[in-house]
């Protein structure tokens, strides 16, 4: 594999459902180890480019690359270096939340006793007492769930890190634990997180560079800052309703 | 290996910790089964039936020697219901299930060579002890008509002088049934019996294939619901990992409950029998009951194989469980028909038909096992495993991400 300086690559990327359009020639370029946030409303095409990048959906025409492979050719490679957190990720409810850290640390490693330290670096990442995580997931408040797969979803080390709205329907406090943990797991490694999300605030605050996304198509891409300097506003919220007020 | 090892850990711990699901599939029959036998054994108890025997005759006749009158007729019958636990009365002054009238004139006709008597046997509709009363009569007024035949038979050969034998009148031809094994060598009553049960064990399948079928469903479109099925098809998983261990584990799971369910119905069988005096498990010899439950595992197992196909194309639990009914609704039409009907003796279009059924080759395997033909039960225990193995290998080949998480595109 040679060392591509891109996490992610599209051009031209279509994918439809029917006869519905969901991305309509989407092209971006997303560099290695940043926090790259996707930005958009209900229905852009967020979570189908996430589950595309995810090997979960193929596109229709178009290229992708994650990593220097090609999707969906090279799918089964790319699942070893990417990790997946979809919106509202369910978790096993009748497994603890130690158990469900450690059904997807031995999915990602043959070895009992690296699934074992991967597990336990999840259970770091949590922040979760130990009473919490031998407890079943059922009796999860919504935030500790999210922490739980939030964990699980970082644990793993992959390169790229894909999470589809990640805060969504999460008080402030349970959000705001979910973007520290996501923060300080960022500064201590080499990865490129994607993240999608409704919250353009919290986007602003955390990302590196933003892609804004509308009916299926990359509207505008670069830093917060520029995005905001070079349209105007006070926040991506006002960049974004500009942009996307043009489109309509 | 180690990561279908990995999905199968997950899904048994996921299941066992369904307690009261798994009670409720898994231990429910094997004691609601037991407990239907006793309960309606006991409630038989509970519910004499009552026949009323109304005797309007007070003729007598003479046969032989032999004083025959409606009196003796009557009490002979009484005792034969009462035996049967009935209670019979001589008048209706409450609910009776059957009355038998006795007309005027019996005693004397019955004596007669060339009157008849009609006894009259009136029913209660939708009494259920009605049917057996009747046939407790019928085989009391058999008995008594042979006995007057014979006296019949006797004074008509006195009489014309020519010595009797009274078989030879009554019953010139006389029937002698046995039965031969596959080389024609005749089998014992027991060996017969066995195939008998042989039958009833592949019927007892019936049973064992809906647990299973609900688990993988609940396997499949359950983590899509529960919104676990993304991120673990994100994963690196082999896609032959994950089928094989969803397959073995809800098969684990089905062999449980399919053994639950089949011990439960021959508790529900064995109960009765000891009020006849049988010992139904003594009959069933140990091969057997081995091909029984190997049987039922491959029983589950071809229910899993055909409906996972189906099950991970399917974009909800509907349309999963909609096509679970049909498979089941399969599986017990064959099991059904291996009760009646000798399925090889069916035409070829009949039989060709059910031979694509798995689950026939499970009938066919406890029929060869009882009739202790080993390399039939193992041509079918092949055919039975090459089926399966091809299902799950088609349900590999058509394993779709897209399809899984959205349904039909």
């Known amino acids: 594999m040679a060392i591509e300086k891109s996490a992610v690559t599209l051009r031209n990327v279509v994918k439809n459902f029917g006869r519905v359009r969901a991305l309509n020639g989407v092209s971006l370029e997303i560099e290695r180890g940043i926090i790259f946030g996707l930005i958009g409303p209900n229905g852009a095409g967020k979570t189908t480019l996430l589950r595309i990048l995810a090997t979960l959906l193929k596109q229709d025409d178009g290229l992708v690359e994650v990593l220097g492979f090609r999707l969906p050719q090279d799918k089964y490679h790319v699942r070893k270096h990417v990790s997946y957190l979809p919106e509202d990720a369910g978790l096993y409810s009748r497994l603890t939340g130690w158990e469900n850290l450690l059904y997807f640390a031995m999915l990602y490693y043959d070895k009992g006793s690296k699934a074992l330290e991967v597990a336990e670096l999840g259970a770091k990442i949590s922040n979760l007492s130990e009473r919490d995580l031998s407890r079943k997931t059922s009796e999860y408040s919504k935030g500790m769930s999210r922490r739980i797969a939030i964990a699980r979803t970082l644990m793993i080390g992959s390169e790229v890190v894909i999470l589809d709205e990640p805060t969504s329907g999460l008080d402030v406090f349970s959000a705001y634990s979910v973007r520290r943990i996501l923060r300080d797991y960022v500064k201590n490694h080499a990865v490129t997180v994607i993240m999608s999300s409704h919250n353009m605030i919290e986007v602003e605050e955390i990302c590196d560079e933003v892609a804004l996304i509308n009916r299926g198509l990359i509207i505008a891409q670069g830093a917060p800052r520029d995005l905001i300097s070079t349209y105007g506003g006070r926040n991506l919220e006002d960049v974004f309703i500009s942009l996307a007020g043009e489109v309509e | 290996m180690s990561a279908i090892r990995v999905i199968v850990w997950k899904e048994i711990k996921d299941m066992l910790r369904d307690v009261r699901t798994l009670a409720a599939i898994a231990l429910l029959p094997l004691f609601m089964l037991p407990l239907m036998s006793v309960t309606s054994l006991y409630a038989q108890g509970l519910q004499p039936g009552v026949v009323a025997i109304i005797n309007y005759d007070s003729s007598t006749g003479f046969v032989w020697g032999v004083n025959i009158t409606s009196a003796d007729f009557i009490r002979g019958m009484r005792e034969e219901l009462e035996r049967n636990g009935f209670s019979v009365v001589h008048n209706i002054t409450h609910y009776v299930d059957a009355m038998v009238i006795v007309r005027e004139g019996f005693a004397c006709n019955v004596s007669s060579f060339t009157e008849r008597s009609f006894l009259e046997v009136i029913k209660s509709l939708g009494s259920s002890k009605a049917d057996a009363a009747e046939n407790i009569i019928v085989n009391y007024v058999n008995k008594y008509n042979h006995m007057l035949a014979t006296l019949k038979v006797l004074e008509l050969g006195s009489a014309a002088g020519v010595n009797v034998s009274v078989d030879s009148v009554l019953n010139p031809v006389k029937t002698r049934v046995s039965v031969v094994g596959a080389g024609g060598a005749p089998v014992s009553y027991e060996e017969a019996l066995r195939v008998y049960i042989a039958r009833f064990l592949s019927f007892s399948l019936i049973f064992v294939t809906t647990p299973s ?197």
């Open chain 2, 213 to 409: 079928t609900a688990y993988i469903t609940d396997s499949v479109i359950g983590e899509k619901e529960r919104k676990t099925l993304e991120a673990l098809l994100s994963t690196p998983i082999p896609r032959h990992a994950l089928i094989v261990g969803k397959v073995v584990s809800t098969s684990l799971i089905g062999l449980l409950t399919g053994f639950t369910n089949a011990l439960g119905l021959l508790l529900f069988a064995y109960i009765p029998s000891l009020f006849y005096g049988i010992n139904l498990f003594h009959l069933i010899p140990a091969s057997v009951m081995t091909a029984h439950f190997m049987a039922i595992y491959l029983s589950v197992l071809s229910s899993l194989a055909l409906v996972t196909p189906v099950v991970i194309r399917s974009g909800s639990y509907r349309a999963a469980q909609a096509f679970s009914m049909v498979i089941i609704s399969i599986a017990s039409i064959v099991f059904f028909i291996s009760l009646y009907v000798d399925i090889e003796q069916l035409s070829d279009v009949y039989k060709a038909t059910l031979y694509v059924l798995p689950y026939t080759h499970a009938s066919l395997f406890i029929k060869y096992t009882a009739l202790n033909m080993p390399q039939n039960a193992l041509l079918h225990l092949a055919i039975l495993i090459l089926v399966i193995s091809s299902l799950v290998y088609l349900s590999i080949r058509l394993f779709s991400e897209e399809r899984i998480i959205y349904g039909r595109t």
